[in-house]
């Protein structure tokens, strides 16, 4: 079964600095997708960005990219130039290993941007 | 607007006490699932649905009952609510296609729920 790991439960940043928060997978499947979504003190799940296996191009979107290193099956997002409305928890996700559609997540990170 | 609604946001049952958790969503998405939300634990998946009549177990399932008798809607069920029941519930959908393909996850707002 897959599994996702975040080592990181919480994480502090400046203001307009850039933050790394990592994520570990383990599949033996060689087709699968990752995902990465962040979680406002609100509740709504709101997608980030997306990474495939095939995907030979590191995902960007915005301020958002997503540092993919396939052979340490690692997967971690990184933010730039952080935002005091980047403050919220952050989930890793998977999709694969034996499944074309279930979700794996990770326990999540709880990211706090500092003025 | 296209999406996921699910209902209520919030209830409180007592132990014992059963309910149903509704999803719908009105974008002919053929996978549905339902995860819950405990603290520190990530979401964690209870049952799922790739069409309707087809329905299966995820990682959490044991105190909850699911169908899918349409594509639009998959409710949950809790029998016999317990304390450890009390969680935030998430539904999510999205087409079905090949694991490292893009298809989104469209989620709910959620249901938060209590058992005293």
């Known amino acids: 079964a897959q599994k996702i790991t975040q080592t990181q439960p919480g994480m502090f940043v400046q203001e307009k600095e850039a933050v790394t928060l990592d994520c570990t997978y383990d599949?033996?499947?060689?087709?699968?997708?990752l995902f990465w979504y962040k979680q406002p003190s609100s509740g709504e799940m709101i997608f980030l960005i997306y990474?495939?296996?095939?995907?030979?191009q590191n995902a960007t979107e915005g301020r958002y990219s997503l540092n993919f290193q396939k052979a340490r099956k690692s997967a971690n997002l990184v933010i730039s130039a952080s935002q005091l409305g980047d403050s919220a928890m952050y989930f890793c996700?998977?999709?694969?290993?034996?499944?074309?559609?279930?979700?794996?997540f990770g326990k999540g990170t709880l990211l706090t941007v500092n003025p | 607007n296209a999406g996921v609604t699910q209902t209520p946001k919030f209830q409180v049952l007592k132990t014992g006490q059963s309910m149903t958790l509704q999803c719908a969503q009105d974008m002919n998405h053929e996978y549905m699932s339902w995860y819950r939300q405990d603290p520190g634990m990530g979401l964690r998946l209870i049952h799922y649905s790739v069409g309707a009549g087809i329905t299966d177990q995820g990682e959490v399932p044991n105190g909850y009952n699911v169908s899918r008798s349409t594509t639009e809607d998959f409710p949950l069920r809790l029998l016999s609510a317990a304390p450890s029941q009390t969680s935030v519930y998430f539904c999510?959908?999205?087409?079905?296609?090949?694991?490292?393909?893009?298809?989104?996850?469209?989620f709910g707002s959620g249901t938060r729920l209590t058992v005293v």
């Open positions: 599949t033996s499947d060689q087709s699968y997708g």
């Open positions: 999510a959908s999205s087409i079905t296609g090949g694991p490292a393909d893009n298809y989104g996850y469209t």
């Open positions: 996700a998977m999709k694969g290993g034996g499944s074309n559609y279930k979700l794996t």
């Open positions: 990474q495939g296996s095939y995907d030979e």
